[in-house]
């Protein structure tokens, strides 16, 4: 809620306020209608929606929107009429009064030239709907539904939640007063640019780290006291030592008026150092507090950017006539703005699935022994440093073996390769483009089009997803993603004389291993956790650095992994865990392999922040000796032919696996990537007679590394074929503008006429 008493509006027209109002507002009668569709005789909430309604009315008449003042009007005349018992809200009730809030939203949110336009052509509709609110007012009160009958939902989409809000109506006989229903007094919010909290917090970082500098300055005068402390001591000792001798000399007196000065230093130096640690400490102090506070301001919680969902659930359930019962847990639990503003794409695809063909028909559930009612939870809570976010539904969960079946009949996979699959790589392919579980399609599912954004939206946040099935029994999606990207808790390693962050949430465990524990086979070193074995590289392998590590008894390892491997990273040293503002890295630079950004050290010095899915594909290039590659002397022949190598660009782990395997079969060699930017560091590192390239990928998409193939004259030449989902003339025709050489379509793929276009770009797979 916002303090319009203290806050200076003055930079916002009426229009601003009015809408900000608005949207607030409707946010309040939607969740209100939603609850008393559940309860229709809430005082509660039948006082908040009257009062809701009565400000929009309110701050629409201000601005002159008569036909926004009707529909608002006509909305608090029926939850007047509530209150009084004349009328009575049930299921087909909430369906008009939540068209007229959509409606209200729709309104408000046109621009001065818009409005007439728009109520010209939807003058009708806008009757229409004003005589409905009329007649159910008047009507005879009905008893609320027990259940919600199908109906086809509101099309308008649920409003968001405003991050502020002005009152800028009178409440009936009061003065101008904020909304006390909708928050707390202590839940106040001003406006404030995303641009410049983000340079607040980036100050806000860089006072903590300079008052913390300070702490060696202290260090420093510490000593220098102790310095002083004997040097006073010696000249005590010198002069007792003139005394005792009982010399008059003016070397004595000299000594003597030495002595006293050096008494008068030490104890002004003694006071002036106490002073400076106490004023560092505090400096230090109200810098980090700073420093925390601007990091909660950039914070939000969970509540706020979901508050459209529980509408959307319950529109979109009617309409399939299916009985839903929707929870939102840990509604408080904080997120950085930015991230919780992306959030909706792929939450908003992962619960309509759920619904749609995740959740059985009541009769089909209680068939298989279940409640008529099924269930859908989201959930949002902070673990190990991350945000952890599961959708789960207790419906029919997935048939591997028919996605199998699917995944042949596509031709995605051939029968052998689809049934050699792990039911987690039988799974991957829901996020695929394209692909969907769904026989026929609705106008809800079905198009194969939703769950790609969710893993697009996560590769983006440097998040993961993992998927839980169990088959008649539901199934859950748990996303995982930092809980902002402005600030993270590492760990700080040294690498060859320079500080290196690992991101706490992604490391498994730290070992201090000995070298008794390490064994080699095949050159490889590794050591057992767990009953498993654990490969260990040198972390200045994997970078690049110069220089070996130092030799001891004991090696401290930071193991990360992920769901099929672990890999040990073996480091010069520990320096600590650290709470690291985050900072990108120089746009000139593009993106740095291995590295996701930089930050400070308290003393100033920078710190590389590692990237963690950067670093697997290294260690996986690294072990498959793709960086080793041999250097042929040019002179002589050895009358062997050289076999051709290809290297396979694709996020979608099986689709990678069938190309590689088709080009194998024929003879190519195949090196893989898993998206367009792995593929870029790849080309750096290997000599490649083909480049095949999926489109949509996360980091870098098909097009970009096209564009950027050909932009390098070291590549220029280098052929390119594109694989893409993509069927529209117009992509296909953008991929050929980029430098592509064929523009294939994965729904149409064939083996020979892949291969053909091979081998008519370079040829069989020996020269």
């Given amino acids: 809620m916002t303090d319009t008493g203290n806050q200076d509006l003055s930079n916002f027209s009426m229009m601003d306020l009015f809408r900000s109002e608005a949207e607030t507002q409707t946010a309040i009668l939607n969740e209100g209608l939603l609850e008393i569709e559940k309860d229709p005789t809430s005082k509660q909430w039948l006082e908040r929606l009257m009062r809701a309604a009565h400000s929009v009315k309110g701050a629409a008449r201000i601005v002159g929107l008569t036909p926004v003042v009707k529909v608002a009007h006509a909305l608090e005349d029926c939850f007047v009429a509530a209150q009084k018992g004349q009328m009575l809200i049930g299921s087909n009730q909430a369906d008009i ?18 409005f007439e336009k728009w109520i010209a052509d939807h003058q009708t509709e806008v009757d229409g709907l004003l005589g409905s609110l009329e007649a159910m007012k008047i009507a005879t009160p009905q008893p609320a539904a027990t259940s919600a009958a199908p109906a086809s939902p509101t099309t308008s989409p649920p409003p968001k939640p405003a991050a502020s809000v002005e009152s800028l109506t009178p409440a009936p006989q009061a003065p101008v007063i904020p909304d006390a229903a909708r928050a707390d007094a202590q839940d106040r919010g001003v406006r404030i640019s995303a641009e410049h909290l983000s340079r607040m917090m980036g100050l806000a970082g860089e006072s903590a780290v300079q008052a913390h500098r300070l702490e060696a300055f202290t260090d420093a005068l510490t000593a220098l006291k102790s310095h002083h402390a004997e040097l006073l001591r010696l000249v005590r000792k010198a002069r007792q030592r003139e005394e005792s001798s009982a010399s008059n000399s003016q070397s004595s007196h000299t000594l003597r008026e030495v002595s006293e000065k050096t008494e008068r230093l030490h104890q002004t130096t003694m006071r002036r150092v106490e ?40 529109d979109l359930s009617k309409h399939l006539g299916k009985n839903v019962k929707f929870e939102i847990l840990g509604k408080n639990t904080q997120v950085d703005r930015d991230i919780l503003s992306k959030l909706e794409a792929p939450l908003t695809h992962l619960l309509q699935n759920a619904v749609d063909h995740g959740l059985e028909p009541p009769a089909e559930r209680m068939a298989a022994g279940k409640t008529a009612e099924g269930s859908l939870k989201l959930e949002a809570r902070h673990h190990a440093g991350r945000l952890t976010i599961t959708v789960s539904d207790d ?16 031709g995605l996979a051939s029968e052998d390769t689809s049934g050699r699959l792990s039911e987690a790589e039988i799974l991957d392919f829901l996020f695929l483009p394209g692909f969907s579980t769904v026989e026929c399609v609705t106008e809800v599912s079905g198009r194969g089009v939703g769950l790609d954004v969710v893993r697009t939206y996560l590769h983006e946040v440097s998040g993961s997803v993992r998927v839980e099935n169990h088959l008649g029994h539901g199934i859950q999606f748990h996303l995982e993603m930092p809980v902002t990207r402005s600030v993270m808790r590492a760990l700080v390693v040294e690498i060859a004389g320079d500080p290196f962050a690992f991101p706490l949430g992604r490391i498994e465990r730290l070992l201090d291993v000995t070298s008794s524990e390490v064994k080699t086979v095949e050159g490889r070193q590794f050591v057992s956790l767990n009953q498993k074995n654990v490969g260990l590289i040198d972390a200045r392998q994997i970078l690049g650095l110069a220089g070996q590590a130092a030799h001891g008894k004991r090696w401290p390892v930071v193991v990360i992994g992920n769901e099929q491997v672990c890999y040990g990273i073996k480091v010069d040293r520990f320096l600590g865990e650290r709470e690291l503002v985050v900072r990108a890295l120089d746009l000139r630079l593009g993106k740095v392999q291995d590295l996701s950004a930089v930050s400070l050290m308290e003393d100033g010095s920078p710190v590389l922040i590692l990237d963690v899915d950067d670093l697997f594909r290294s260690i996986q290039n690294l072990l498959s000796g793709r960086r080793f590659e041999s250097i042929r002397s040019g002179s002589g022949s050895t009358g062997q032919k050289k076999q051709k190598r290809i290297l396979v660009v694709d996020d979608s782990i099986t689709v990678r696996e ?36 999926d489109v949509d990928m996360p980091r870098m998409n098909g097009f970009d590394f096209v564009r950027r193939i050909r932009q390098d004259p070291r590549f220029s030449a280098l052929p390119v074929m594109l694989v893409s989902y993509k069927e529209r003339k117009e992509d296909r025709m953008k991929g050929l503008e980029v430098g592509a050489n064929y523009y294939f379509t994965k729904s149409g793929f064939h083996d020979e006429a892949f291969m053909e276009a091979v081998v008519d770009l370079i040829g069989k797979a020996q020269a």
Avoid: C
């Fill in 395 to 410: 419906g029919r969960g997935i048939d591997i073996e028919k996605m199998r079946k699917k995944i042949v009949a596509k």
């Fill in 275 to 314: 002073e400076f640690d106490l004023i560092a400490r505090q400096l230090a102090d109200v810098a980090d507090r700073l420093y925390r506070e601007a990091i909660a301001s950039r914070m939000r919680p969970f509540a706020d950017g979901v508050t459209g969902f529980p509408r959307l659930i319950r």
């Fill in 658 to 693: 069938m190309e590689r395997r088709l080009l194998q079969n024929r003879g190519y060699e195949v090196d893989v990537a898993v998206d367009g930017m792995d593929g870029w560091n790849s080309l750096h590192s290997g000599q490649y007679s083909l480049v095949i390239s």
């Fill in 97 to 114: 009064l939540l068209k007229g809030v959509d409606t209200l939203a729709q309104m408000s949110k046109l621009s001065d030239q818009e």
